[in-house]
């Protein structure tokens, strides 16, 4: 006890006067819900919220206590802190899930977690004597208070993806996308889906090229996908399934007239994942996103404008995906998932930009290209992965394993 009194007078200082006031709000809030927490954990700021949850960064004032080998390979993470600070702390983040989740996604989410953490145990002598450490988070313990369900989670140090991602040269995204798809396959060879990977999952540290992907609150099990979606494996073995009568349309009118016509289908399924960083088969009612929103993230390095879309429903995120795919490309898209898509939008061509075209249409004003100064198999490597990854037919878009074999992401 008096070791932790000296632990919690020496951090007093850690955690700063000037700290933002939503911040100070959540503590106290976490500390007001969670009163013992406080025994083990010292809450130093919130990092990070969303809808579901929201995450705090804490030290662990009980390390020493515990056998931490199962995660504390973390540690290598901490290049932004001194030797010496490593050695007096231990981070941790605490996320807070909020009491309006519902209990089966919280149960869904510790158990994939779980899962993760098997398989990253068995692959991380592996992958601590060839790449440094799994690019995939662990569960280190979670625990209920009353209504209160907390997870704790190794402190992963990160740079926040604003600061870097114009910067980047076309061989530091080559190295950031490989890292990304190293954590989608891990997680892909289980038989899970992410379904909301963007920049805020995939803590960054661009001091050792090093990531973890995060946040699996909206994962499935691939198990879980509803198989009977015109795009799925089944349906597309059997292409005279294709050929059924559409029962549902999607009609695009001009902006702030679009609507879904005959929207009676109950569906069973969760729609996840983040506005922008969404797979068409998503707007149209299926699944399989990963590589979609990984390639979306790819797009945002090349053009150099983040977010890429603005979109605040999914009429409007169908008609943005329009304007790049064009008519044709996103009738068939719809065709896939038993729907047809009708529009009278003038500033949308039959024809589709090409992942070229459109880099070129967004960086007309820019005084830098990321393309300047490359060899053009380099560029045309860079290219030809993003068209994989963006494919609006899920069935031909790449998939995470065959993405590490790309050229692309192996320029270095």
């Known amino acids: 006890m008096i070791h932790m009194t000296l632990i919690k007078e020496k951090i007093k200082s850690k955690r700063s006067d000037d700290i933002d006031k939503e911040s100070l709000r959540e503590i106290k809030a976490l500390l007001s819900a969670v009163p013992k927490l406080q025994e083990q954990y010292y809450v130093l700021k919130l990092i990070g919220y969303g809808t579901f949850s929201c995450v705090f960064k804490a030290i662990d004032l009980r390390y020493h206590e515990y056998d931490n080998s199962s995660w504390e390979n973390e540690i290598d993470t901490l290049r932004y802190c001194t030797r010496l600070a490593v050695q007096q702390t231990r981070y941790v983040a605490i996320k807070r899930i909020y009491v309006t989740q519902s209990t089966r996604r919280i149960i869904k989410e510790l158990k994939i977690l779980k899962q993760l953490e098997y398989k990253r145990f068995k692959i991380c002598l592996i992958l601590i004597s060839s790449r440094g450490r799994p690019s995939v988070t662990c569960v280190i313990t979670a625990f209920r208070h009353q209504d209160q369900v907390l997870i704790v989670l190794p402190y992963i140090m990160h740079a926040d993806f604003r600061e870097f991602y114009l910067t980047y040269t076309l061989k530091d995204v080559s190295i950031y996308i490989k890292e990304l798809f190293r954590a989608l396959n891990s997680v892909h060879e289980l038989s899970i889906i992410h379904r909301d990977i963007k920049p805020a999952n995939f803590c960054w540290n661009p001091f050792s090229k090093k990531g973890s992907l995060v946040d699996f609150g909206l994962a499935q099990w691939e198990k879980e996908f509803d ?64 590589v979609w929103s990984a390639g979306i993230i790819l797009l945002v390095f090349f053009i150099k404008r983040f977010p890429l879309f603005q979109s605040d429903n999914d009429i409007n995120a169908l008609v943005e995906l329009a304007h790049i795919f064009g008519r044709i490309e996103m009738k068939k898209c719809a065709r896939l998932h038993n729907c047809s898509f009708h529009d009278n939008i003038p500033s949308i061509s039959d024809s589709r930009i090409s992942c070229w075209q459109l880099i070129k249409i967004f960086s007309i004003n820019d005084s830098y290209s990321i393309f300047d100064g490359e060899d053009e198999s380099v560029i045309k490597f860079a290219l030809d992965f993003l068209e994989k990854c963006l494919m609006l037919n899920p069935s031909e878009r790449i998939q995470s394993k065959a993405a590490l074999e790309h050229p692309f992401l192996n320029l270095v």
């Open 227 to 290: 198989m009977s979606c015109t795009c799925s494996k089944k349906y597309l073995e059997n292409s005279s399934l294709l050929n059924k009568e559409i029962t549902e349309s999607f009609v695009l009118l001009e902006p702030n007239n679009a609507y879904i016509k005959k929207d009676l289908r109950y569906i069973g399924c969760e729609r996840g994942g983040t506005r922008g960083f969404r797979a068409p088969e998503v707007l149209f009612r299926c699944k399989t996103i990963d």
